[in-house]
């Protein structure tokens, strides 16, 4: 929950605790906000071979479509999009999902393949998902910059640690299913004048890169990405959109963010094969719309929601 008084603004989280004297009283935590991580400053980055490494890892999130985009000078390996579309700030926004935790948490096990990942792993899955094509070798000096960059971008994190502030919110789940036609009203009135009567974006007059990236479509992320999954859309659009909105200035309420995530998500895109994931079907996010489940929901619930019952049973069946 964050809180703004008296120009002052952080986090507070209270918790009522008995003192010794009979009487309750709040006691209060306050996380200011420079709690939440603080990315470490680019003018540090060392002036050695590595820092050059690390600053090419950074150029490579902020302009990927430059070097790897369908008319990347790199290599055509991506749809036109660049990682920091999604990753804000080449990964440093607070809840803009960055990458505070990444260099901390992996190599870790993630259940959508069922085994321990690594960096390299993690950064191919959205590329071959999110930029809807295929993932740099691990030897390139590409992949070697951008997991230099996200090492460099942990160092002060401890191993383990997730900060204040990673990758994106979860909002509480709305107690109906989101609603696209309501989405599609929203859509119109305050996302379409950047991304498009189609959602297809705005290209640069280059057209290597977009101005503004599409949402849905050929030159979209595909079936397979996080973003397709709702509570993840919203997350980040309550937090990052319309353009200029950030964790402490929310534009949309959540009911907005829902119906928005519901409308995008329902728009055609490409289509990944996932047959070799989520194997453990027990372990599914709740809002994964693709059958096989370990409950009796129907894929448009477990797409649209509402989610509270199939919490309540994901729950139920874990135990
Ligand atoms: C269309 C949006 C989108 C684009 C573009 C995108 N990603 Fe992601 N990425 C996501 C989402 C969503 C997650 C999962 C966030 C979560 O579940 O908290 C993610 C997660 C990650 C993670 C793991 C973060 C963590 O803390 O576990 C890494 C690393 C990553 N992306 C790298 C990249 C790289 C490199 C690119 C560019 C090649 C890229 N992403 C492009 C949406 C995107
Ligand atoms: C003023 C222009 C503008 C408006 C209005 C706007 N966006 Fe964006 N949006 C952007 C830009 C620019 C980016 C990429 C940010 C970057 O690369 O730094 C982006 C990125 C995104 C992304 C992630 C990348 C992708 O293409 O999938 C999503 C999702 C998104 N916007 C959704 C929305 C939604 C929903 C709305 C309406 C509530 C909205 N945006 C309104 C400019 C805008």
Not at 47 to 65: F, Q, S
Request: hydrophobic fraction near 30%; charge should be positive.
């Amino acid at each position: 929950m964050l809180f703004n008084f008296s120009g002052f603004s952080g986090q507070i989280s209270a918790a009522i605790t008995g003192s010794g004297n009979g009487l309750k009283k709040p006691s209060f935590k306050i996380l200011k906000q420079q709690e939440m991580w603080q990315p470490p400053k680019i003018e540090n980055i060392p002036k050695t071979p590595e820092g050059k490494l690390i600053l090419y890892g950074r150029d490579l999130i902020a302009n990927t479509a430059q070097y790897l985009g369908p008319k990347g000078s790199v290599r055509h390996i991506s749809n036109g999009m660049n990682c920091q579309n999604c990753h804000l700030n080449a990964g440093t926004k607070i809840m803009g999902n960055n990458y505070a935790a990444v260099y901390s948490t992996y190599p870790k096990f993630r259940a959508r393949s069922a085994s321990q990942e690594t960096i390299i792993k993690r950064i191919s899955d959205c590329f071959e998902r999110s930029l809807n094509g295929s993932k740099p070798d691990s030897n390139s000096k590409e992949m070697r910059a951008m997991v230099a960059y996200m090492k460099w971008l942990g160092k002060g994190t401890a191993k383990g640690e997730t900060p204040e502030g990673t990758g994106l919110e979860k909002l509480p789940y709305l107690n109906r299913s989101a609603n696209p036609e309501n989405g599609r009203i929203i859509y119109k009135a305050k996302c379409e004048s950047c991304h498009g009567v189609n959602g297809e974006g705005i290209p640069n007059p280059d057209k290597i890169t977009f101005i503004y990236p599409p949402l849905w479509g050929k030159s979209s992320y595909n079936d397979g990405a996080g973003l397709f999954r709702i509570s993840s859309f919203a997350g980040y659009v309550k937090n990052n959109m319309p353009f200029g909105a950030n964790y402490e200035n929310k534009i949309l309420t959540d009911e907005e963010a829902w119906d928005l995530a519901g409308f995008v998500n329902s728009q055609p895109r490409p289509h990944k094969d996932q047959k070799n994931d989520w194997k453990d079907i027990t372990r599914k996010p709740i809002d994964f719309p693709f059958a096989p489940y370990a409950d009796d929901f129907s894929e448009k619930q477990h797409k649209l929601g509402p989610f509270q019952a199939i919490a309540a049973a994901q729950k139920q069946n874990n135990k």
